[in-house]
């Protein structure tokens, strides 16, 4: 098994940028695909990014792909979400997930269903 801690977040003014962190433990990073998700208040938890087991493969939900960039560090066992030009409508909470099910890009990979553990998140906060 391995346990997600999600840090980073903060409040930020628009236009501006954040580093997300999935800092990982237990079973080494390296044997999971990982994915970060996020969750705006009264809105369902909504795909962002995946990345596969060696962080030569990545998949993005359109409306990011641009602005959002997942890389890992399997040295570090830790995953990030490198986020610029963030507007309001990026306020939510970031959740990162880990499968090991499924190491490379899948076509589920966007899916909630498809990762078995969930870090706690962390939230975001753009101000306009």
């Known amino acids: 098994q391995v346990q997600l801690v999600e840090s980073g977040g903060g409040l930020v003014q628009a236009g501006g940028s954040l580093r997300l962190s999935c800092a990982a433990s237990?079973?080494?990073?390296?044997?999971?695909?990982v994915a970060w998700f996020r969750q705006a208040p009264g809105k369902e938890r909504d795909f962002v990014a995946a990345?596969?087991?060696?962080?030569?493969?990545?998949y993005y939900a359109t409306s990011k792909k641009g602005r959002f960039t997942i890389s890992r560090d399997n040295a570090k066992n830790t995953v990030y979400l490198q986020m610029n030009s963030l507007n309001p409508g990026d306020t939510a909470v970031y959740y990162c997930?880990?499968?090991?099910?499924?190491?490379?890009?899948?076509?589920?990979?966007?899916?909630?269903?498809?990762?078995?553990?969930w870090g706690q998140g962390t939230q975001v906060t753009v101000s306009s």
């Open positions: 997930a880990a499968t090991e099910r499924a190491l490379n890009i899948t076509p589920y990979s966007n899916t909630n269903n498809h990762y078995d553990y």
């Open positions: 237990g079973r080494a990073f390296s044997n999971y695909a």
């Open positions: 990345i596969n087991w060696s962080g030569d493969d990545t």
